[in-house]
């Protein structure tokens, strides 16, 4: 375990995936449900949306912690232009990797750390891309039963059997793909001073 950081750290989001990803870091950190309208606004880019939601996630945590180090992150999944959402359900799972097969899906993830202790806010979006294989209808129905990705922008689980479905990846930090980009996440912690590793 790495020494203790200074500040308490918070993660500001429930997400299972996220969650895990922050404690591949060694950390303690706390977390928390933000309660955040993610609702986009007119004419609002997806781009624009994400680093929105993750910068008003990290700050509607500084009611209960004014002295931290929050992190909040939101991501979405867009394909030719059109918006991605988690599926639900197996049947929109299925409509949704069908639309998928064969085409390149970018994931925009945003990141904010916010020190509420000075009001200062660290703000960027981290794209990643993939292509996905052209698919049969048997191949998507056996993924979805092994591995019931609903809870999954873009029906997938990239860490899981879901990296089957891919014929590539780009991208500068895989873990932006799951949902919080640990590499630019580690290099502000350390410019914040929390020891990683």
């Not at 680093?51 to 999944?77: C, F, M, N, T, V």
């Amino acid at each position: 375990m790495n020494e203790q950081p200074k500040r308490t750290l918070v993660l500001a989001s429930t997400s299972p995936f996220r969650r895990a990803l922050l404690e591949r870091l060694r950390v303690p950190f706390e977390q928390l449900s933000p309660e955040v309208d993610e609702s986009p606004r007119p004419g609002e880019t997806a781009e624009a949306l994400v680093k929105r939601l993750s910068e008003a996630k990290a700050r509607a945590a500084a009611a209960r912690w004014p002295d931290a180090l929050i992190i909040g992150s939101d991501q979405l999944a867009v394909c030719e232009g059109e918006i991605l959402g988690k599926p639900g359900d197996h049947e929109n799972a299925r409509r949704q990797l069908s639309r998928l097969a064969g085409r390149r899906v970018s994931f925009l993830t945003g990141l904010c750390l916010y020190d509420s202790a000075c009001d200062a806010v660290r703000l960027e979006l981290v794209p990643y891309h993939v292509q996905f294989r052209r698919l049969t209808d048997g191949q998507i129905e056996r993924y979805l039963r092994a591995e019931q990705p609903y809870n999954c922008a873009g029906s997938f689980k990239s860490e899981g059997l879901g990296i089957s479905l891919f014929e590539s990846m780009e991208g500068e930090d895989p873990t932006a793909l799951v949902g919080l980009p640990l590499i630019r996440l580690v290099g502000w912690l350390n410019e914040a001073d929390v020891p990683i590793p």
